[in-house]
């Protein structure tokens, strides 16, 4: 292999190992510092330091470990030159005595339990309500789930410099607020409970359709969507919503193996292998979905959300072949979320329930109306389902320029590809 290769798959290793690590290196760092920025900027020296070592020295068996223990020396370093951070010191120290007289590549003493511990404190840091609500998802996405400025912004239609003044401004605010870096307890768990499930509920959906990148899918912010919600019902195991949201992600992780082939393209859901489909994941998020139904009756209360939609993917998951799907059930269940928590998004995936009940002109006519609404123009969704639709009329010039615009307006390789081969059909 040429030096050239070499140091692309080198690259190639840092920017991964960066994206998947930075999360837990930011939440670890802050609580040994106390400071989130100040975390930030110790991660990034850590990143810096891959980039010099790893061409040189080669990438190690462990790079998560490799790049916390790197954080930790460069906190060591920071802590011992600002007097500020000085009361730090002895607790830093004591904690990582044996990862400092470690090589950096060893994860012996890497504890996992601080991981988990550390990242719950740091979701609900930064959903606290001295946050506006957009202010703390905005924080979240980047503080929790590692995604990227322009990922959030694609997320909600927002320009990017709107999202980096937005996390700025809650950084300053937690900061200034001297807001503690813990998991609350009593009334004031529950106060953050929404803010908290709508961001792991976000940074799924940014695992199961990435809207960015070469990749259809990224398989390791699902894992951390659902290692959360997890947590989050041994937290909080008499409040139905969490287990609402934990069934969601239960069965929607079910389908990950099957929604690509062998080179990477992405499968829709009528054409997928339900063979593939993780059965175990299925039977959990049944259970958690009939927990939640039960926790909402004992309360006097109908179903959440995301019970809700949970209660549409449980239908697709009993269907064992596409035609055997209850689309009758399922455009039942999406009229009662529309009536409940109306939003364009829940009226386009209506439209197609609607289509495959009582076909495609009724289901267009629901597509239109959110067309007329105007906020969803520049979401690639909505002219993808209308050029399906369009399609299946015998449409094919409108449906060709709705695909075509869909694959301008999305950022994703693989999803861009798919609408391509659909416009050319």
């Known amino acids: 292999m040429t030096d050239a290769r070499i140091d692309r798959t080198v690259s190639r290793a840092v920017d991964a190992a960066w994206r998947i690590e930075w999360p837990q290196l930011v939440a670890v760092l802050t609580r040994l510092v106390g400071d989130i920025t100040t975390a930030e900027d110790i991660a990034q020296d850590a990143h810096l330091a891959a980039l010099e070592q790893w061409p040189r020295d080669g990438v190690p068996a462990n790079t998560g470990a490799w790049l916390m223990v790197t954080a930790k020396r460069r906190a060591v370093d920071r802590i011992r030159r600002d007097a500020t951070l000085a009361r730090k010191l002895p607790l830093l120290e004591g904690e990582l005595r044996a990862d400092l007289d470690s090589a950096p590549g060893d994860p012996a003493s890497i504890v996992e339990g601080e991981i988990s511990d550390d990242l719950l404190r740091m979701l609900f840091t930064t959903c606290h309500p001295v946050l506006p609500r957009a202010s703390q998802v905005a924080l979240t996405l980047r503080l929790v789930g590692g995604l990227t400025t322009e990922e959030i912004a694609r997320a909600y239609v927002t320009a990017t410099p709107t999202i980096v003044r937005r996390i700025s401004r809650a950084k300053r605010t937690i900061r200034d607020a001297g807001v503690p870096y813990e998991v609350p307890s009593g009334a004031e768990l529950a106060e953050r409970l929404d803010a908290v499930l709508e961001v792991v509920y976000l940074v799924f959906n940014e695992g199961y359709a990435a809207t960015a990148g070469d990749d259809w899918m990224r398989a390791e912010l699902c894992a951390e969507a659902l290692r959360l919600v997890r947590i989050l019902c041994g937290l909080m195991p008499a409040e139905p919503e969490v287990f609402g949201l934990a069934a969601l992600l239960e069965l929607q992780a079910s389908r990950l193996r099957s929604r690509h082939d062998a080179t990477g393209r992405l499968v829709l859901l009528r054409d997928q292998d339900r063979t593939r489909w993780d059965r175990l994941l299925i039977r959990r998020g049944y259970a958690a979905l009939g927990r939640a139904h039960a926790l909402a009756h004992e309360r006097g209360r109908a179903p959440g ?121």
Request: hydrophobic share 55%; aromatic share 4%.
């Open 305 to 425: 959300r995301y019970a809700l939609q949970a209660a549409i993917a449980a239908v697709h998951a009993m269907a064992a072949t596409a035609d055997d799907t209850d689309w009758r059930r399922i455009a039942g269940l999406y009229a009662i979320l529309a009536a409940r928590f109306p939003s364009p998004i829940v009226e386009l995936n209506r439209a197609v329930a609607v289509a495959e009940v009582h076909g495609p002109a009724a289901g267009l006519d629901l597509v239109d109306a959110v067309v007329d609404a105007g906020s969803l123009d520049e979401y690639h969704l909505l002219h993808a389902v209308r050029g399906d639709l369009l399609a299946r009329l015998g449409r094919r010039a409108e449906a060709r320029d709705e695909f075509l615009r869909a694959a301008e307006l999305t950022a994703n390789a693989a999803e861009r590809s798919l609408m391509l081969a659909r416009a050319e059909d």
